[in-house]
């Protein structure tokens, strides 16, 4: 079965870190280019980054409200996606799903973790 | 940033019947490649959104065939021919072109 279990999220206070992870299976994980998506409670969806294959460059981008604060980083041999997540802000609160990007957008998804910063 | 409008924001309907739901960018989605990478998405109360139509018109696996996509440039639809229980929860369009943007939402509920 072709699926993506992220884990990781819980409370954190302001300016804190987490790190977010994703485990994939059933897919050819070192060829895909994998994203975190996220959704603020009662919310819509937001693009948080991007990494590329390790093979077409393994480069990462952001949105701009995350840059500089998150880091994504991948382990082909774990098949393993990673969010590093550094001084969060309370907006920062939401649902955080890890995707693969399959012609142009992400066509599966995770369950989901929840991450939620706030004192 | 790419605008992604959905309209409209709610729309109940009537099972059996048909619906429709509009998406505008804020400019065109055709990419360098000739391909327009507009994507919708349905996600039920607690779960993660599924991918239904990818590239304007292609459905995924799994996906029934009540639901359609069409559009080209800067205007798009997604129409289901018959509305069933199960569709019911919001609907997103985004666009893949320029970055990844979301609209807003539609929720769908049953009347």
């Known amino acids: 079965e072709v699926q993506l279990v992220e884990s990781g999220g819980g409370l954190v206070n302001p300016g804190g870190s987490l790190r977010l992870s994703c485990e994939a299976s059933g897919l050819s994980f070192s060829y895909a280019w994998m994203r975190w998506v996220r959704q603020a409670p009662g919310k819509g969806l937001e693009w948080v980054g991007r990494?590329?294959?390790?093979?077409?460059?393994?480069?990462?981008d952001y949105a701009a409200p995350v840059k500089g604060r998150f880091t994504i980083s991948r382990d082909d041999s774990k098949n393993t996606l990673w969010l590093q997540m550094n001084s969060l802000r309370t907006d920062d609160t939401a649902v955080y799903y890890c995707t693969t990007d399959i012609d142009g957008s992400p066509g599966l998804w995770g369950q989901g973790t929840m991450v939620t910063v706030s004192s | 940033d790419v605008v992604m409008t959905q309209s409209p924001l709610s729309l109940p309907v009537t099972l059996g019947q048909p619906a429709s739901i509009s998406c505008r960018s804020s400019?065109?989605?055709?990419?360098?490649?000739?391909?327009?990478?507009l994507s919708w998405f349905h996600q039920r109360p607690g779960q993660s959104p599924r991918r239904l139509i990818y590239k304007i018109s292609n459905r995924d696996s799994g996906v029934p065939d009540r639901f359609s996509g069409s559009g080209s440039g800067t205007d798009f639809t997604l129409k289901i021919s018959r509305v069933e229980a199960e569709d019911v929860g919001v609907y997103y369009c985004?666009?893949?072109?320029?970055?990844?943007?979301f609209g807003q939402g539609t929720k769908v509920e049953i009347k």
């Open positions: 400019q065109s989605l055709v990419y360098s490649d000739g391909n327009t990478y």
């Open positions: 990494i590329k294959s390790i093979g077409d460059g393994g480069t990462t």
């Open positions: 985004m666009q893949g072109t320029h970055w990844w943007t």
